[in-house]
């Protein structure tokens, strides 16, 4: 087996960040506390079109925790989410007490369906059950189909929440990625377009949230001289040291998205003849910036499945995996309700992840094309790769 391992999708530093982390050990500010984080957050707002408050946070998955409490979520309510997602999008659910539903996707983009979403609200209101948010995710650098589901959210009044851990670049009708709904969350995991090796970002059009998002991520401290607390609080904030990653990294995002869009178009162009294979989609309603290329694997032309694939290469040290499994077929989430499901669930079934880091090779590229080629070449049976 080769000694390099070829992963899905690796930090790719612009080599700026080492001067934003040398000042602050300069300047000593390498707490919560500090200058690259007011100017990350700022620099965020403003790559996002401005119009939006932003709060940094430790993770994709606190700043979802502090937007679904903020918008209050608690137990007894609802909150209706896209059923192909990642884990992220659901624990803060579970960690206020309240109920998740998952919702099926369309067939295009493989996020949330605005028809079956219009569906369930009507029902829902006729029994009184109304979900209290609406979690949309823009999965792999592609958006949802976000009007429809702003118009269906307002009309119901529901508050649609944009998990945008996965879209940073992507545009969705000329509109920049979380700045459609009244809240969305970043995230800056190791994995993502840029990174701040852990980290994420609550974004909000109400000015009013961020003080608050700022309080709650700083353990609740009430403005007296000694701590004073009278609402719960958690420990979420970024660090200074992690912000100046941050600024760093943002800088070369247009060049990121470039390069994972160029790595789409090489797999696109090398496995375009054969049967079987195809790109994932590109809907017409937004920019996919490509964070991850993903294929489609139809196991009715060439019997191959996702899981044969991931096996194979992986004798290559080559990192794929399926697309997310849907939530609603987790043992976790066994319990809930699900609206629909066929969609995502063939999705699962068709969908692989490859290698799409910014920084991948050419040449590198080029191996794992010629390891995918290997197993449709060889179909039915795979044994001698
Ligand atoms: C990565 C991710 C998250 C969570 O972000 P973390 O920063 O890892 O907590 C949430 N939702 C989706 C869709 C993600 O891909």
Redesign the pocket.
Known sequence: MPEKRIYMSVPHMSGREEAFVADAFRSNWLSSVGPHIDAFERDVAQRLGGGVSTVAVS??????HLVLRYIGVGPGDIVAVQSA??I??VYPVLYLGATPVFIDSEDTSGNIDPELVREYFADAARANRLPKVLIV?H?YGQHADLDPLLAACDEYGVTLVE?A??SLGSTYKGRQTATTAPFS?L???G??IITTT???MCVSQDPAAAPVFKKWATQSKEAKIEYEHTELGYNYRMSNVLAGIGRGQLEVLDDRVRQRQRVAERYREALADIPGVAMQAEAPWGMHTRWLSVIHLDSEVHGVRPADVVRALETNNVETRPV?RPMHTQPLLRHAKAIGGAVSERHFARGLCLPSSSSLTESDQDLVIELLRKCFAETPAMSSL
């Open positions: 993770s994709g998955t606190a700043a979802m997602t990642f992220g999008s995710v999965l998990d851990a996965e969350i995230s800056f995991n994995n993502k852990g980290g994420g997310w």
